[in-house]
């Protein structure tokens, strides 16, 4: 592994405590909250007020949010241990750093990854965060991923945090910042470390939106769309006026819904969203 990730953190211990000095955090105590109130079919829009959010307290430009999966058979001697990207939203989809993400995307298949991948990827700590420039050395930063994937796009550096949900599935989290700002902090790696320590259960809930965490297989557009409907308590018939479609595709949708997430009915489905079944 190259370089050392500068947080890492058991799903028993509360990140950076400090009794003698304990923080102020009362803007995250508001973002929790605020996210709490979001209703289950408004997953879309708490997503991006998550990243604004974090961006605005970390005065960084962008972020990446990504769902990362582990292969269920390696091949031999895989840099990735076996993870790979499955969903990646961009809080803000310039075509520079769209083109850069479907680029790195391709190449994590390819078998020829960056060292700083790998890096993204190492360890099996259920939670981790560090700086661009503490993990990774020197001579990176002259190298031809840094210059494409950073520079290129007007990023001078990011804050990764990483955390899993299962032994398969984890969270990676990434903010950037303008080539022409002051690198991050350590107050900004703390910060963005406490807020995403104490929202699993947010992402959690993401996951479940795309039918990613439990379902027998990923949802389409089409069936999320019909799931968020019937998370947020709407009949088949409204469902349906809603997304200006029949009402037999409507129930048709539903019927592939509950048969992914291998359930009978709505309360059920609804209890796997809120946490109450395994």
């Not at 910042?177 to 959690?204: K, T």
Request: with cysteine.
């Amino acid at each position: 592994m190259i370089g050392d990730p500068h947080i890492f953190l058991g799903d028993d211990m509360l990140p950076f405590a400090d009794s003698t000095n304990p923080p102020v955090h009362d803007d995250i105590y508001a973002l929790w909250d605020r996210l709490a109130e979001f209703s289950a079919g408004d997953g879309d829009v708490a997503l991006p007020h998550l990243l604004t959010t974090l961006c605005a307290m970390v005065k960084a430009q962008n972020a990446l949010w990504a769902v990362v999966v582990r292969l269920p058979s390696l091949a031999p001697k895989d840099p990735l241990f076996g993870w790979r990207p499955r969903l990646v939203r961009l809080l803000h989809p310039v075509p520079a750093m769209v083109a850069s993400v479907q680029e790195q995307y391709d190449t994590l298949w390819s078998g020829h990854v960056d060292s700083s991948h790998v890096v993204a990827a190492s360890g099996n700590e259920p939670f981790c965060a560090n700086l661009l420039f503490e993990a990774m050395p020197a001579e990176w930063f002259e190298g031809e991923h840094y210059r494409r994937h950073y520079l290129e796009v007007g990023h001078g550096d990011s804050i990764q945090v990483r955390c899993s949900l299962n032994d398969d599935v984890r969270i990676h989290l990434f903010v950037f910042r303008d080539v022409r700002a002051p690198r991050f902090s350590a107050l900004d790696l703390e910060r963005l470390g406490f807020v995403m320590h104490g929202l699993r259960w947010f992402n959690r809930q993401q996951l479940l939106s795309h039918g990613l965490l439990i379902a027998d297989a990923p949802l389409t557009s089409a069936e999320r769309r019909v799931l968020l409907g019937l998370l947020d308590g709407l009949t088949e018939k409204q469902i349906a006026q809603k997304l200006d479609q029949s009402p037999n595709t409507t129930h048709v949708h539903i019927k592939s819904i509950y048969a992914k997430f291998n359930v009978r009915n709505r309360s059920t489905l609804t209890a796997l969203w809120l946490g109450k079944l395994r």
